[in-house]
């Protein structure tokens, strides 16, 4: 009996691949996922290898996260006014482009920081557009009444690769030049972009007649008018700058907790994708009801105390399990905050909503900054554990303050 409900919950759960638009979709992110995930983890090592500061590697994931701060709003109205299958193709195209001429400079031996920091800038506009349009679309394609089905498959697929793409940088970085790891890391950009053009939704959208202006000025009333969405913002914003800033300090963790080498961090790196993939595919198979708003505040509670007890481990299989669990709060909180601000807007103005949570999640740098001039000045445990104790204040802080929260 218990196997047939099994069954048919999975099949309910995975049927949305019946639709060939949606595999298409699923396709392409997952392949723009794989070079995003070797990106990320080549990158920090390199930056810390040449500079062996753990405030130039934060520095890094910060100038990384800056164009969601800066051009998030322009990139959901580009998101809602432009076809978003070609948006997300020229979008990987350019990135792809970016990783081969980063590749070239390392090939002519005119590697350096600023190189790094540049590709890392274009990696994350690249990102910053890759959000606004991609959920949209997946929920275009699906349907409205998929649409949580849509953001969780999708997001499934990108977790899953990106545990491979982690083991895999890291291993390349033990045993291949860099400039040949970008030009490896590029190759699935430039499938993914030709993959991307191929997407067509169920429905066209109207040409937008208005400017571009009037259209982000539109965004942010609805923000402004709608209180559940602001809190939910607010509440990204804070989990960004104090959890997943983590991250940016992995190199760290790997070189000063841990002790071990480029392979040991893509190891670490694998565990947060790992995990992400666990968490996403959890919340994908409940179909029981969620409490949301009280969900998303015991995660982020949760995204403390295990940044709390990363920063007292030194030990390679107690880090690698609780990185793991972080990369599960962390794919809660990202796909809870994708299905609660897309289900809270009208599906024109979902682009804008996903572009204004891009700025929330821009607020990173403020986190990454001022974690990394702690981590140089008294270590990186202390580093974490000042970051998980922030977290605690803002979840306790939001449960018994904020009605709004509850409610969601």
Known sequence: MLN???????????????????????????????????????VGWLVLDMTGSAFLTGLVWAVRFCPNLLFGPVMGVISDRYPRGRTLSINAGVRAIAMLLTGLLFFLGQESLLVLLILALIG?????????????????VVGDSRLSNGVTITSLGQRAVGAVGAL?????LATTSPAWIFVFAALPLVVSAGVFL??????SREMKVSSFLSDMLEGLDVIRGRRAVLVLLVLMAFTEMFGFSFNGFLPVVAE??????????GLLTSATAVGG???????????????????????IASFGVLEILLGISNNLGVSWMLLACLGAMGALVDSLQWILL???????MRGRVMGWWNVAIGCGWIGTIGLGIIADTHGIQASLSIAGVI???VAFSALTISSQVRRI
């Open 168 to 172: 895999l940088g890291g291993i390349l």
């Open 277 to 299: 993939f666990l968490g996403v595919l959890g919340l994908t198979l409940h179909h029981g009801a969620i409490r949301r708003g009280l969900l998303l505040l015991g995660i």
């Open 4 to 42: 047939r409900i099994s069954n048919r919950v999975f099949r309910q759960t995975f049927d949305i691949f019946d639709i060939g638009s949606f595999r298409r979709l699923w396709s392409s992110a997952v392949l723009f996922s794989m070079g995003q995930w070797l990106d990320r983890t080549i």
């Open 342 to 348: 897309q289900t809270a807007v009208p599906s024109d």
């Open 391 to 393: 977290l605690l204040l």
């Open 256 to 265: 000063d907790l841990l002790r071990i080498g480029p392979e040991g961090l």
């Open 198 to 203: 191929t997407i067509s939704p169920n429905f």
């Open 124 to 140: 994350g506009t690249s990102t910053t557009l890759q959000m606004a349009v991609l959920q949209p679309l997946a929920a275009e």
